[in-house]
C-alpha cells in the first residue's frame, strides 16, 4: 500500500547515500524530501536538479510545517547528525525539518551517522535515550568510518532501511553483564564479565531491524534505541526475561551469571564477628530452565571456558539451539576483542577469527539467526 513519506536529510557526508533510499521509497510511495541547510551541501547537483528538495520557509506559502506533518504517514531522517538529534531531543525548532518533526505524532525513523566517539558520548547516548519512546532508531553500525577510521557510528545502508521499513520486526531479547549475588546489605559476590559482547550483540542487532529487549547489568551501559531492562542477581535476571517472553523469536543469553547463591544476611556483617564463612548453594541453570517453558523460541546461550573443547554435552543438557564458545584464558576480560567457536546440538557451525566484538557479533547473527 502507497504512503505518505517525508524524507529527511541532514549534513552529514553520508547524506548522498540519501538519493539511494528515496529512489527505493519512491518506487510505491509518494515521497517529499526536506533538508536541513547544511544537508544539501552534501547531496548530488543532479539530484537537486531533478527532485524538488525543500529547506527554506520561503519555498512556501503558509504553515508547511504543520500541513506536512498531518499529511506523513511516516517520517524518515537519514542520515542524522550528533547535532540534529541533540536538537530535536531538546525540543529545539529552527528549521524548517526540526519544526516539522516537532508537529510530528506517527511514526518516526532515524538513522544516526556520526564517529563512534561522538555516538558514545554521554550526552549522545542521553539524547538518544531520551527519543526512544517515540522514535525508531535504525543503526548505527560497525564499520568503516571516515579518515579510515572503524567504529560503531557508520550509517546503515538504503536497502537495509527499506529492510527495516517493510519487513516483519522479530522479537529478540540479549542479556548482558554479570549478575551479583548479595553476601549481606553491602557486600556481594560477582564475576568479572564486561558485559561488552552482549552489548554489541544489542546494537548490531537493533541497526538491522530487530526489536531488541536488552536485559543488562546495572554496571553496563544501556543501549540507545532499544528497550533497556536492568538487574542486579540472577533472580531480577529471570523475573525480567519472563517478563519479556511474549511473542519471543530468540534469546541471545550472553549474561554471565552465577552458578551459586548465597543466603543473604540482613544488615552489614561486623568484621569483629571473626572469620566468616559462606553457605555457597548452586544456582538453577537459567537457560535450561527457560528453554523448558519456551520451547519455540531460538536459544543462543554463551559458554566461557579455560579450554577449547566442543562441548556438546553442555549444549544438549541445557537444551539450547546454539552454543557460542570463548576461550577465557586467550580472551581477556574487558578487551574489546573476542574469538569465538558456534556448535549446535550435532556439529561445528563456525569458528572465528580474533576480532573486534562488533564484528564477531555480525558473525554470530549471521550464524544463528539470519
Given at each position: 500500500m502507497s504512503e505518505n513519506i517525508l524524507l529527511g536529510i541532514t549534513g552529514s557526508i553520508a547524506s548522498s547515500k540519501s538519493e539511494i533510499l528515496f529512489n527505493l521509497l519512491n518506487q510505491d510511495n509518494d515521497v517529499v524530501l526536506f533538508s536541513t541547510k547544511e544537508g544539501l551541501k552534501y547531496v548530488s547537483e543532479d539530484f537537486q536538479n531533478n527532485n524538488k528538495i525543500y529547506s527554506q520557509w520561503e519555498q512556501f506559502e503558509g504553515s508547511p510545517h504543520i500541513d506536512y506533518a498531518r499529511w506523513a504517514d511516516k517520517v524518515i531522517i537519514y542520515p542524522a547528525t550528533a547535532n540534529f538529534i541533540s536538537k530535536f531531543a531538546h525540543g529545539l525548532a529552527d528549521d524548517l525539518?526540526?519544526?516539522?518533526?516537532?508537529?510530528?505524532?506517527?511514526?518516526?525513523?532515524?538513522?544516526?551517522?556520526?564517529?563512534?566517539?561522538?555516538?558514545?558520548?554521554?550526552?549522545?547516548?542521553?539524547?538518544?535515550?531520551?527519543?526512544?519512546?517515540?522514535?525508531?532508531?535504525?543503526?548505527?553500525?560497525?564499520?568503516?568510518?571516515?579518515?579510515?577510521?572503524?567504529?560503531?557510528?557508520?550509517?546503515?545502508?538504503?536497502?537495509?532501511?527499506?529492510n527495516i521499513l517493510y519487513s516483519k520486526k522479530e522479537k529478540v531479547i540479549v542479556t548482558s553483564g554479570p549478575t551479583s549475588e548479595y553476601i549481606d546489605d553491602v557486600r556481594m559476590i560477582t564475576n568479572r564479565s564486561s558485559g561488552k559482547q552482549g552489548r554489541a550483540l544489542a546494537i548490531e542487532l537493533m541497526s538491522i531491524g530487530y526489536n531488541v529487549v536488552y536485559i543488562h547489568s546495572k554496571d553496563v551501559p544501556p543501549v540507545a534505541g532499544v528497550k533497556n531492562i536492568e538487574f542486579v542477581t540472577s533472580k531480577d535476571l529471570i523475573n525480567a526475561m519472563n517478563s519479556e517472553s511474549s511473542n519471543l523469536k530468540h534469546l541471545f543469553m550472553v549474561a554471565a551469571v552465577s552458578d551459586f547463591i548465597i543466603e543473604k544476611e540482613d544488615g552489614k556483617i561486623n568484621r569483629n564477628h571473626g572469620n566468616l564463612s559462606l553457605n555457597l548453594s548452586p544456582n538453577i541453570d537459567i537457560v535450561k530452565e527457560y528453554k523448558l517453558k519456551n520451547k519455540d523460541v531460538n536459544v543462543i546461550s554463551f559458554s566461557a571456558q579455560t579450554n577449547n573443547e566442543l562441548n556438546y554435552e553442555k549444549i544438549i543438557d541445557k537444551n539450547s539451539d546454539f552454543l557460542v564458545i570463548n576461550n577465557i584464558n586467550k580472551n581477556n576480560f574487558g578487551s574489546n576483542e573476542n574469538k569465538v567457536t558456534i556448535i549446535n546440538k550435532s556439529e561445528l557451525v563456525y569458528e572465528s577469527q580474533n576480532e573486534n566484538k562488533h564484528i564477531i557479533a555480525q558473525k554470530i547473527i549471521k550464524n544463528t539467526i539470519l
Open positions: 525539518l526540526l519544526s516539522t518533526l516537532l508537529m510530528y505524532d506517527k511514526e518516526i525513523y532515524i538513522a544516526p551517522a556520526m564517529h563512534e566517539e561522538m555516538f558514545m558520548d554521554d550526552k549522545i547516548q542521553k539524547n538518544i535515550l531520551n527519543l526512544s519512546d517515540k522514535v525508531t532508531f535504525c543503526g548505527p553500525r560497525f564499520g568503516d568510518l571516515d579518515i579510515g577510521d572503524q567504529g560503531v557510528g557508520r550509517l546503515i545502508e538504503p536497502e537495509e532501511l527499506h
